[in-house]
């Protein structure tokens, strides 16, 4: 299941970031579109390893990155949701992923 390696690595990256805190409250992540299928799903999956320790409780939310790219060739925006890989405006494969894929732990909200 896709979505539950991926509530672990941001739980991991959680982790890092909140050091040795006594509880954490709300992790806020920034998430790119690409990476991810049902949020709500993801959701439940890290509420399941946020049973026990500083974790307890905590809420996760989710910013989504919206999937952007751009010819390289031409600077046409592409903004489909499925991904060509050549330019609709000159044929050029040369596509550049601006945003849409990122994994970032924007914030964590913790008790030390
Ligand atoms: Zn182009």
Do not use: W
Not at 4 to 13: M, P, S
Not at 21 to 46: D, N, Q, S, Y
């Amino acid at each position: 299941m896709h979505e539950l390696v991926l509530a672990e690595d941001i739980f991991k990256k959680a982790m890092e970031k909140a050091g040795n805190a006594k509880k954490v409250k709300m992790v806020k992540i920034l998430l790119g579109e690409t990476r991810f299928t049902e949020k709500e799903e993801l959701v439940e999956c890290f509420n399941l390893l946020a049973t026990d320790g500083p974790f307890e409780g905590g809420k996760l939310e989710i910013e989504v990155s919206p999937l952007r790219a751009k010819c390289g060739h031409c600077d046409k925006e592409i903004t489909e949701k499925t991904l060509r890989l050549d330019c609709p405006n000159c044929g050029s494969t040369n596509i550049e992923i601006v945003s849409g894929q990122e994994l970032k732990v924007l914030e964590v909200d913790c008790v030390y």
